[in-house]
């Protein structure tokens, strides 16, 4: 569907690879929501429908499965089966009255003779006569191909093609109206049980009736105005004319569909336009020209992705930035991010150019504190990032405005409404404060005075500024304003962003989490949180290989592999990630003996083969870099473990490296009916795209990485790493903690006190705010001194001493990754549609006196408060309907669950579930009758119990449970 400025018609194929794309459409991408759909009889499930146009050659995946009905090119690679099985309905498009010069049948057309009848002036395609029998039947084909993929119907576009022809040719008016309507009644003869959506087609709707199932028009009250390329309202007389017509279509049967375009920087108009045609009874969409999936109204899904902007072209290997984890906004950024719902993308400027227009899930564009914009490249930059803007984009500058040429620089100043000249000042004197926000500065350490990187600069009229400078630059009075939040976004500026220690560690001198929250504009509401399932706070173990075949002090005689799974894996009853070193379990490595292979392989088999190990592959040869051209190649002697003559090799080979190495595992070490599941990165963690996409293709997760040591020595969230590192098209998952060898100073010693530490890492990332799940993460060389055994005992029983649900590793992962694909709708102040492939099942709130209406919601099984936020849970459903309410009515709900549970029911007069864990269950349920007997069926034994005072109830389960309490409702006090 090309939609058109009113009065116009559109075109079929040029969104599909267009060169005559115009000023204003650079992409098809809509998203139509509206009320429940009733096409000819056809009658959607109630509820708000999502309706999703997308002309990519590629459509992601993730839109097929969040919309119930797509509109998308026969031409797509896409796969229907997901979305057919959720019951979504995918239409496919048909241009049936114009032919586009690229359209990739069109060669065809004309070896068929297909009559043109001129040009559509506006889109330079060839008008098709509509009255000639072959066009009827190659159209027919065309949809064919389209049945064939399982498309449940058509999209008509072009239909008022047919009144450019009529202008030409007057007098066939008839014979070219009447071939329209034949053509289409002909379609659906052929294909009897797909339905059709016309793009307009007002003056052939009416012979219609039965055969199409719905209609949609554009630019009913506000538009845009491609010669003035502006926003504009309609004029009156002609939406008056418009609305007419349509009432019209309606009052024969048809669903009426309304997209209007709006200025993405005017909500207010959106919604008022929304409210005015759904108060006509209509379905509404309020978009913008681009036409990129952007929904301003009625409801619009959370734009939740970041584009971190990064890069520089330094000589000194050691200030390259090429890998994104380089950058400041992955080391210091990110974690604040993700905690306030947002995922981070990044675009390396030095290399690739930004996307145009940038994708709707974008909320924000971040430049990076140490981003060196190539010259070239500095005024097409600047063009990009201020059209982000003018589409609500908001726009974040840290440590500088990063445009040094001087035209660039002042052009960019003045659109962002910033004052003063912006020039850096070489002399500055006398500086002082002149304001300085307690609430937002002062946040790990005291704002410090420095006369560096100080440029008379304001920030715009209206903004929020957190500090302001006074100071004087050769005899002339400046104000420099480097910290303030304003509509478009906002700036932190150097020196007064972080101060970093002798040491290097970064201090934060304003508050990542208020600033961030305050120039991105959050809003109350869910976000995804990977800390937590079903109410309790995640704990996972995984187990580096290194050190497998050491011989440990511990024990005599023993393996420091032995060690581990004698005194760790066997004595703590949670999955434990569990990976090797495929050359050291070989024998490979130089200066092992003859027969350490079978005794190694032997020990390796009886650790994979307990019941709570997950296999993992730490490599063939432990790379220690994976790239040779990675800066941080210099710090080691070698690639990679030294091998004996007799398996040396030059390079490390990602492929031998990755999918020899699990090939191994699944063949010679596993027991029936387990398989690797996880690749665990070595060495430096910093693997290229090109090595994380071997894991994706074998099917398995991949996890290392990330520096997560915030403790007494490391006191800043600087030392909280992110979730994860998205580049090249892959994901890396990171360790949510550190392992012990940052904590041991790389073994330095002493090796009973650095992993102590980590248990203080997980107060530190529980309060004030819950910022990881806990990770028991470290190398099987802990085996090989008593101190670091007995230090790792310790740091298992204090994590299992608190309330935790145990995952896996590959679970963690598999969250996180499902974190970056939930969509979050937001219906109003008290209703939220949460969508995602149900790895991830818990989302955070802000406490506010709200609390999930159980009632009213649809896939919320529960819910659990922590410091100052409460805890969402669902049931893995894809679609989640989440409604709240400051006075719910009683419903039984889980508070909590030490295990993975599933409800088989969960009502008010009954609740039916099971649980199962490696240990025994704790599951606390609220919502019941205050100080009610009730009884309780565990695994068919009945037992009486009784819930408390607030109408709570606690279970202490075996194992594995089967839990009903049949009569909830009934319960005597």
């Known amino acids: 569907m090309k939609l058109m400025p009113f009065g116009q018609t559109a075109h079929p194929e040029s969104a599909v690879g267009s060169s005559r794309a115009s000023a204003y459409l650079n992409a098809v991408l809509l998203w139509l929501l509206g009320w429940p759909l009733v096409f000819g009889g056809w009658s959607q499930c109630a509820g708000s429908e999502y309706f999703y146009v997308d002309y990519s050659r590629t459509v992601s995946p993730v839109n097929l499965r969040l919309y119930d009905l797509s509109i998308i090119s026969p031409d797509a690679e896409v796969d229907l089966t997901g979305g057919h099985k959720l019951g979504h309905q995918f239409f496919s498009y048909l241009s049936i009255g114009e032919v586009a010069a690229d359209a990739p049948y069109r060669e065809k057309a004309i070896s068929r003779k297909i009559p043109f009848f001129g040009k559509n002036e506006f889109w330079q395609s060839d008008l098709v006569d509509l009255s000639h029998p072959d066009w009827t039947q190659f159209v027919i084909e065309l949809a064919g191909v389209s049945v064939q993929k399982h498309f449940d119907g058509f999209f008509l576009d072009t239909v008022d093609s047919v009144e450019l022809l009529v202008q030409k040719y007057p007098g066939r008016a008839e014979a070219f109206r009447s071939g329209q309507a034949s053509l289409i009644k002909k379609l659906k003869a ?14 052939v709707i009416d012979q219609l009736v039965g055969i199409v199932d719905g209609m949609l028009i554009e630019s009913v009250f506000q538009t845009y105005d491609g010669t003035k390329k502006a926003y504009v309202a309609v004029a009156p007389a002609a939406t008056e004319e418009l609305l007419r017509k349509i009432k019209k279509v309606k009052d024969a049967g048809f669903a009426i569909y309304i997209i209007d375009y709006v200025d993405p920087g005017n909500p207010a108009l959106a919604t008022e336009t929304a409210k005015k045609i759904e108060g006509l009874g209509y379905h509404a969409l309020i978009t913008t020209i681009a036409l990129d999936g952007r929904v301003l109204a009625p409801f619009a899904a959370k734009s939740r992705h970041l584009l971190a902007l990064f890069g520089n072209q330094s000589s000194q290997l050691a200030s390259l930035i090429k890998y994104p984890t380089d950058s400041f906004v992955t080391k210091y950024v990110q974690m604040v991010v993700e905690w306030l719902g947002y995922e981070v993308d990044y675009l390396n400027v030095v290399t690739d150019s930004p996307p145009a227009p940038l994708d709707s899930k974008y909320a924000g564009i971040i430049l990076d504190r140490y981003l060196e914009i190539p010259p070239v490249k500095e005024r097409a930059l600047a063009d990009w990032l201020l059209a982000q803007k003018d589409q609500g984009v908001k726009l974040i500058f840290l440590g500088d405005i990063h445009f040094n040429e001087e035209e660039t620089q002042s052009r960019i100043l003045k659109a962002l409404g910033m004052q003063g000249s912006g020039t850096l000042l070489s002399r500055p004197q006398n500086l002082q404060i002149r304001s300085l926000a307690q609430g937002m500065m002062n946040y790990e350490t005291k704002v410090r005075l420095r006369p560096q990187n100080l440029r008379d600069l304001q920030a715009p009229v209206g903004a929020q500024i957190y500090v302001s400078l006074s100071l004087t630059n050769e ?33 934060w001198l304003c508050d990542p989490f208020q600033y961030f929250s305050a120039a991105l504009g959050v809003t109350e509401g869910p976000v995804p949180d990977t800390t937590t399932r079903d109410g309790l706070r995640i704990l996972y173990s995984h187990i580096d290989g290194d050190g497998f075949a050491d011989k440990s002090l511990v024990e005599t005689g023993k393996r420091s592999a032995e060690i581990i799974r004698d005194q760790i894996i066997k004595a703590y009853p949670i999955p434990i990630t569990f990976s090797i070193i495929e050359a050291e379990i070989r024998g490979r490595l130089v200066n092992q003996k003859p027969g350490d292979q079978q005794t190694l392989k032997e020990i390796a088999r009886s650790i994979f083969a307990l019941p709570n190990v ?21 710090a080691y002697e070698g690639q990679n473990l030294v091998l004996a003559d007799a398996f040396r090799q030059d390079k490390v080979d990602l492929s031998r490296e990755i999918v020899g190495s699990v090939k191994y595992i699944n063949d010679e070490l596993l027991p029936p009916g387990k398989k690797v599941s996880v690749f665990l990165w070595s060495g430096n963690c910093r693997p290229p795209p090109e090595a994380i996409r071997l894991t994706r293709e074998l099917g398995i ?4 990485g990330g520096e997560t040591l915030i403790s007494a020595r490391y006191p800043s969230i600087s030392s909280v790493s992110p979730r994860a590192i998205s580049w090249g098209g892959e994901l890396q998952v990171y360790a949510a903690n550190q392992n012990e060898n940052e904590f041991n100073d790389n073994w330095h010693g002493p090796y009973y ?20 799940p806990m990770n028991i993460y470290y190398h099987l060389f802990c085996g090989d001194y008593p101190d670091a055994t007995k230090v790792l005992r310790e740091v298992y029983e204090f994590a299992l001493s608190r309330p935790v649900h145990s995952l896996t590793a590959v679970q963690y992962a598999e969250m996180v990754r499902d974190s970056r694909a939930t969509t979050i709708i937001k219906q109003s102040n008290n209703h939220w549609l949460l969508m995602n492939q149900g790895q991830l099942r818990t989302f955070r709130m802000a ?59 969960l009502a008010p007069d009954q609740i039916a579930f099971t649980v199962a864990d490696l240990r025994p269950i704790t599951v606390e349920l609220g919502g019941l009758p205050a100080e009610a007997k009730l009884n309780v069926a565990v695994n068919q034994e009945s037992r009486s119990v009784r819930s408390d005072a607030q109408g709570r109830l606690t279970l202490t389960l075996p194992a594995d449970a089967k839990v009903i309490i049949p009569e909830v409702l009934s319960a005597s006090k």
């Open 701 to 704: 997760e991949n996890m290392n």
């Open 190 to 203: 052929a294909y009897p049980d797909k339905k059709i959506i016309l793009n307009r087609g007002f003056p």
């Open 847 to 905: 406490a506010s006196g709200v609390s999930p209406d159980l009632f009213a919601c649809k896939g919320v099984t529960g819910f659990n408060y922590g410091t100052n936020v409460i805890y969402i849970h669902t049931d893995g459903s894809p679609k989640v309907e989440l409604v709240l309410s400051s006075r719910p009515k009683r419903h039984p709900y889980l508070i909590s669950s030490s295990a993975e549970i599933s409800f088989q029911k």
């Open 475 to 507: 005899n002339h009075p400046c104000t420099f304003e480097p910290v303030f939040t304003t509509a478009w976004g906002g700036m932190v500026l150097d020196p007064f962003i972080t101060f970093q220690r002798p040491d290097f560690l970064e201090l």
């Open 753 to 772: 006190g650095g992993y102590i530490h980590t248990i203080e890492t997980f107060k530190r990332t529980e309060t004030p705010r819950r910022l990881k």
């Open 614 to 634: 997950q296999a993992g592959s730490h490599s063939y040869t432990h790379p220690f870099f994976w790239d040779e051209s990675d800066r941080t190649a210099a």
